[in-house]
C-alpha cells in the first residue's frame, strides 16, 4: 500500500521521460507462476498498437527486473498497481478490488492508489471514518463562507497549476467519465503542490457535487 509520501515522491518522477504505463492486476493474476512474463507480453502488444516498436526495449529491461512483492496472501491485499516509463519501476499493493487495465499516457494513473491512501489509518473503524467526511465537509462549508472553494472545472483547472488547491475533492462517479484523465492530471498537480486529494462517493461529497475544491487563502 502506498503511503503518502511515497505518492508524493513517485510523482516527482513525472519529470522523466514518458510515456508511463500504469497497470491494476487483480490478485488472482498475479498468483498465477507466469505472471510478469504473461503481463509484459500483453502489454508489448498494446505499446506497439500506439508507439514504434523500437521504443519499447527500455520497459521491457523493467519487466526483466520485476518482482512480486511479498506477503501477498495478506488478507487486506487484493490486487497490485504497478508504474513503468523508460527509467521508472514503481509496484504497490492494492487493499481494493481491481480489474486488470493497461493505461499508457504522458501521466500517470494515479487514482486507483489515491484510493488506498486516503484515510489509510482509519479505514478499518466506521466512528473515525464517518468523523473524516464529517471534517471534510465542515471544512468545505466553512472555507466557502469566505470564498474559498469552487465547484467549477473551468476554475479548478487555472488554480491547480497555480499551487492554490488546499483540498481536491472527486465524486467517486464522477472520476469514472470521460473527465477521468482531467481529474487524474488536477490530482496528480495538487499532490505535487502539496495539497490533498479525496475521492468520495456521492453521498459524502460535499453538497453532492461531482468535484470541489477548497482553495488556500
Known sequence: MATNLQLRSMLTLESQPGPFISIFVPLDNVRNRDFVTNLSNRVRLSFKNKYPDNDWS??????????????????????????VGPTILKV????????????????????ELIV?????????????????????????????????????LDD????????RIDALIIN?????????????????TVIGFGGNVFLLNNEEMPDNKGVAVIKRG
Open 58 to 83: 527500455p520497459y521491457q529491461a523493467k519487466f526483466d527486473k520485476m518482482k512480486v512483492p511479498r506477503m501477498l496472501g495478506a488478507r487486506s491485499t487484493k490486487g497490485l498497481a504497478i508504474y
Open 92 to 111: 504497490f499493493k492494492l487493499n481494493h478490488e481491481v480489474n486488470e487495465t493497461i493505461v499508457m499516457d504522458d501521466t500517470m494513473k494515479i487514482i
Open 116 to 152: 488506498d491512501t486516503q484515510f489509510k489509518h482509519i479505514q478499518r473503524s466506521h466512528h473515525l471514518f464517518d468523523a473524516a467526511i464529517k471534517n471534510i465537509k465542515v471544512h468545505y462549508h466553512e472555507a466557502s463562507q469566505m470564498d474559498l472553494t469552487s465547484d467549477k
Open 156 to 163: 479548478i483547472v487555472k488554480l491547480a497549476p497555480a499551487g
Open 172 to 188: 467517486t462517479a464522477a472520476s469514472q467519465e470521460a473527465k477521468n484523465h482531467i481529474l487524474n492530471d488536477l490530482a496528480i
